[in-house]
């Protein structure tokens, strides 16, 4: 299985964004990828709600999706869209974080919605409330491939342990995270918790990343932490791509999510237990 990864500094402008993510596709798929992976919030990096509101678009609307859809049939290339940020029609005006499986027909394969909402207090400076702007998704998805069978996640779920098992007891055997990760806890924890899903769960991990300095029109600006990552079942990192926009390619080997099932099984040792006695 040959993926590459897309490592972006979008905008809050979707419009703008999309030569870039395209010219990257071509690439990927000039050399050589079967499947090619953005990350969190490909369209539209934003800390805006007003500014949002003025760009985004529902799923049938979006540029975005429309343009990669019609790319990846073009080129026969099956295209993992990170993320999406798109309207939903609720009645509280929130947006869904949409990743979105294309096929090399173009057809969307499978959709998941961002679970987990980052509303955090990173430091005095540094504040999110992800779940103010958007609604958090309810359901995890697995999604068979003719290479692998993936597990989909976004960004912040990657806290959440339980979820990756879920995913690995479904069968995952590549774990995807795109991401946009905080400057301060990716530093602190990106590297750390990526190698962790990997090895508690015997599966490769793709992590595409956004990165470095996101412009705003109405001058509010962004950090992004970068180094998309994939990491092997043992816990090797196998790619590392720093803090600069591109796309890099990695051949992933899939006996290597079986051999290392085999050496530590503990999918198979999962028990149920009673939750603890506060004394």
């Excluded at 003025?54 to 295209?79: F, H, K, Y």
């Excluded at 869904?96 to 430091?123: E, W």
């Excluded at 530093?187 to 015997?202: D, F, K, P, T, V």
């Amino acid at each position: 299985m040959r993926a590459a990864l897309l490592q972006l500094c979008s905008s809050d402008d979707p419009a703008a964004n999309l030569p870039n993510t395209i010219a990257l596709l071509r690439q990927a798929q000039a050399d050589g990828a079967q499947i090619a992976l953005t990350p969190e919030v490909t369209n539209c990096v934003s800390t805006s709600r007003a500014g949002q509101n003025a760009v985004l678009q529902t799923e049938e609307d979006d540029q975005t999706l429309a343009a990669i859809r019609t790319l990846a049939a073009e080129l026969g290339l099956w295209v993992l869209i990170g993320s999406l940020a798109l309207k939903t029609g609720d009645a509280d005006g929130r947006f869904a974080n949409r990743c979105f499986l294309i096929g090399p027909d173009g057809a969307i394969t499978a959709r998941y919605d961002k679970i987990h909402m980052f509303d955090v207090q990173v430091s005095e400076t540094e504040t999110y409330h992800e779940s103010a702007a958007f609604r958090p998704g309810d359901r995890a998805v697995v999604v068979d491939t003719p290479f692998a069978r993936l597990g989909l996640s976004i960004c912040y779920d990657l806290r959440f342990p339980m979820l990756y098992r879920s995913l690995a007891q479904a069968g995952a055997e590549v774990i995807c995270v795109p991401a946009a990760f905080s400057p301060v806890t990716g530093a602190a924890h990106w590297l750390s918790l990526l190698r962790a899903r990997a090895i508690e769960n015997g599966a490769f991990v793709l992590a595409p990343a956004q990165t470095g300095l996101h412009k705003a029109r109405d001058g509010r600006e962004r950090r992004t932490h970068g180094h998309g990552m994939v990491i092997a079942p043992w816990g090797e990192v196998l790619l590392d791509m720093g803090r600069d926009p591109g796309v890099a390619l990695v051949d992933l080997d899939l006996a290597r999510v079986q051999d290392a099932r085999a050496r530590v099984p503990s999918l198979e040792h999962d028990r149920d237990f009673l939750p603890p006695e506060v004394s």
